[in-house]
């Protein structure tokens, strides 16, 4: 079993819909998450970093994370064409590895 | 806003050759990563270096890898003998702390071994 998985899309959806990802993983270790955004040959962009169960949000980006479950969620309100890119959900244990996903391709149509 | 940069964006070499990938940290940050993406597939921790040492490293990392710090801004990651796997973007990253700080990537050095 992959320590995180990610469904690797793509996901398609319209201009101003929201967008909804997640990751689940197996190892609860596993104390720190994050989001990244990857455009195509960038680097990944950090959006989001949590390390407690339940909701934090900025601006349009909203994390979920539910530790009981290990299940982790971003959700993006009012998607933009710009919004379009691969989303990296990314965690670690107590030390400094990430184990990323397999990333999500997102795919915001006008 | 400070970010990490790394060069060059694009390195081709011959297989068997020794590549560098150069890398500037962020200014305060204490920790430093390299992670390698092979086209289509997901990103890769490879090592992480702290103090001069190397802290972790995986499975990847073998002993045709190294990292240096040379001086007190530039990471490097050095291949010492490339092989047509080594093929992919390597990422440099970088955190002011360890267990509880995020880390920033830089825009990645795509290798393509020939």
């Known amino acids: 079993q992959k320590e995180v998985e990610q469904d690797p899309g793509p996901l398609s959806v319209p201009e101003g819909a929201i967008v909804s990802l997640n990751c689940t993983y197996s190892?609860?270790?596993?104390?720190?998450f994050m989001w990244y955004r990857q455009y195509s040959r960038k680097g990944p962009e950090l959006l989001m970093y949590?390390?407690?169960?339940g909701n934090k949000e900025d601006g349009r980006f909203t994390a979920q994370v539910d530790k009981s479950s290990k299940y982790i969620s971003l959700f993006i309100r009012d998607s933009q064409p710009s919004d379009s890119a691969t989303y990296l959900c990314?965690?670690?244990?107590?030390?400094?590895?990430?184990?990323f996903g397999a990333g999500t391709q997102v795919v915001v149509t006008p | 806003e400070p970010e990490v940069t790394q060069t060059p964006s694009h390195q081709v070499t011959q297989m068997g050759q020794e590549v560098i990938l150069r890398c500037v940290p962020i200014?305060?940050?204490?920790?430093f990563y390299w992670y390698r993406q092979i086209l289509g597939q997901k990103v890769e921790f490879l090592v992480s270096?702290?103090?001069?040492?190397?802290?972790?490293k995986s499975e990847i990392f073998d002993d045709q890898f190294s990292v240096e710090r040379p001086d007190g801004s530039n990471f490097t990651l050095k291949i010492r003998s490339t092989k047509l796997e080594d093929s992919a973007m390597y990422f440099c990253?970088?955190?002011?702390?360890?267990?509880?700080?995020?880390?920033?990537f830089g825009p990645g050095t795509r290798l393509t071994v020939l």
């Open positions: 190892n609860s270790a596993f104390q720190y």
């Open positions: 949590t390390y407690s169960s």
């Open positions: 990253a970088s955190s002011v702390g360890d267990r509880y700080n995020e880390q920033f």
């Open positions: 200014s305060n940050h204490l920790y």
């Open positions: 990314a965690m670690k244990d107590s030390w400094g590895k990430l184990q």
């Open positions: 270096f702290y103090n001069n040492e190397i802290s972790e």
